[in-house]
């Protein structure tokens, strides 16, 4: 019997903060159990620093800039084009039954995430609520960007009088579904669960925040706070580690839920067979870079090292370098299956010499390029460029682009070259693709 290939993520879950990263804090005991039963890559990195970006790569096996339809307004995302090869549909194609449970619209069949899929719960109404945008909703975003003092000054007073609203589907409630869906599923299974409980808003009880961080933060102050991250208002944030205590203790939170995703598995003898990976989709930054939040187009290690963790048989830990694109082939091979020819990336062996991350948002088109040691950034469309060592700076604080330009200029060539493959990769693709269908284009839609 071949086995089953389950793959789990989590959006926005930054790679140092694992407790089994080294991570100060006992954030992820669950996890950690997780990774001590296969192999934890600890230089792990996505091609994107946002949902979309990243997932077209970690669900597809071609890089982000193959998708030749790119959305210039938010949410920036480019959608999954009928073309592309795609894990879940490799999977149906090899007689595997395949089921996905999330929450995040980005992914969602809108976007053509669905594809291959024989259940697939994705939260969304794809009825009348996304057709039109709700009246209420045009006019808080006419307010928010038009007058934004009058606007900030009624989200404030509906913070101290509502409780914050978490749009997301809680993993407990993902759980439950997955849990009706193990109880009858045909073997072979390839299962994705994508898990939106990291994601700001970060709302952890007080009491386990204050058990963890051994911080006060009142439900009020929480409130305000990820008001501050949601809109990218810094200048909103007088003490960034009350925002990090509230993002650990969250996380601590959800690693009971992933604990209990895990235990389900064990309770049907579905686990100790099973293929089982766990990633994100991209991490989140605490002003390292003055920002925070997540955002297309940042490249800095925050938003690109990702956990990776394999449990396939092997025990350990990898300081090898990876990057998701390789995700793909590499849980198909797993799985005793040869991965679909039109992928880019190839089962994980080793360390790869680069991980190129990609956006082309707001008309602009960025590339970077991350080896073991150096962060090579390009803004295609301004030019500006940055480098930086790693060894001596890992934080990525000072550009040695001026003083290095014989190194700018090398790493230029390798994103250029890049850019160039990922240009034919496109054309491949469409011209195999004709007459397979066309491409899912989104209707207007929530951003995540
Ligand atoms: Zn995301």
């Known amino acids: 019997m071949p086995r089953n290939v389950v793959l789990v993520t989590v959006d926005s879950l930054r790679a140092d903060r694992l407790s089994c990263m080294g991570y100060g804090r006992m954030t992820t005991p669950s996890i950690d159990a997780l990774a001590a039963d296969g192999m934890l890559y600890r230089r792990a990195f996505s091609h994107g620093s946002d949902t979309g970006n990243s997932f077209v790569t970690l669900l597809t096996g071609v890089y982000p800039g193959t998708a030749d339809v790119w959305l210039d307004e938010p949410p920036y995302n480019p959608p999954l084009p009928a073309h592309f090869p795609y894990l879940p549909a490799a999977f149906a194609e090899r007689g595997y039954h395949t089921a996905g449970f999330h929450c995040n619209p980005l992914i969602s069949s809108r976007f053509g995430y669905d594809r291959g899929f024989a259940t697939y719960f994705d939260s969304l109404d794809v009825g009348e609520a996304h057709r039109r945008r709700p009246l209420h909703k045009r006019l808080k975003k006419r307010l928010r960007f038009g007058h934004p003092r009058i606007y900030r000054g009624l989200m404030a007073v509906r ?38 409980d990291v994601h700001v808003p970060y709302l952890p009880s007080p009491e386990l925040l204050r058990e963890l961080t051994g911080r006060r933060i009142s439900r009020r102050r929480m409130t305000r706070l990820n008001r501050a991250v949601f809109e990218w208002r810094a200048d909103l944030v007088r003490d960034v580690g009350d925002v990090i205590a509230m993002y650990d203790a969250q996380l601590r939170a959800f690693d009971d839920h992933l604990g209990a995703f895990v235990g389900a598995l064990r309770k049907r003898g579905l686990y100790e067979d099973s293929v089982i990976a766990l990633t994100a989709d991209h991490g989140e930054q605490f002003m390292e870079h003055g920002s925070l939040k997540h955002d297309t187009g940042i490249f800095y290690d925050e938003l690109l090292h990702v956990p990776l963790i394999l449990k396939s048989g092997p025990l350990g ?40 991350a990609e956006s082309r948002a707001r008309g602009e088109r960025r590339v970077a390029v991350r080896t073991m040691n150096r962060k090579f950034i390009w803004n295609m469309a301004t030019g500006r ?39 034919r990769k496109a054309i491949e693709l469409k011209a195999r693709g004709i007459g397979r269908g066309g491409v899912a284009r989104p209707g207007p839609g929530p951003r995540r």
């Open 159 to 196: 913070d101290l009088v509502l409780p914050q609203r978490v749009a997301r589907v809680p993993a407990g409630e993902i759980n439950r579904r997955v849990e009706a869906f193990l109880d009858g599923a045909p073997e072979p299974f390839f299962l994705f669960v994508h898990y939106m």
């Open 317 to 356: 830990t990898s300081d090898d370098l990876v990057g998701q694109v390789d995700l793909a082939p590499t849980l198909l091979a797993l799985a005793g299956l040869e991965p679909p020819a039109e992928m880019a990336g190839r089962p994980i062996d080793g360390s790869r010499a680069a991980i190129i």
């Open 385 to 423: 460029t940055e480098l930086y060592d790693l060894d001596a700076d890992p934080a990525e604080a000072k550009d040695i682009s001026e003083e290095r330009r014989d190194g700018v200029e090398a790493f230029r060539a390798i994103a250029r070259e890049h850019v160039e493959a990922v240009g």
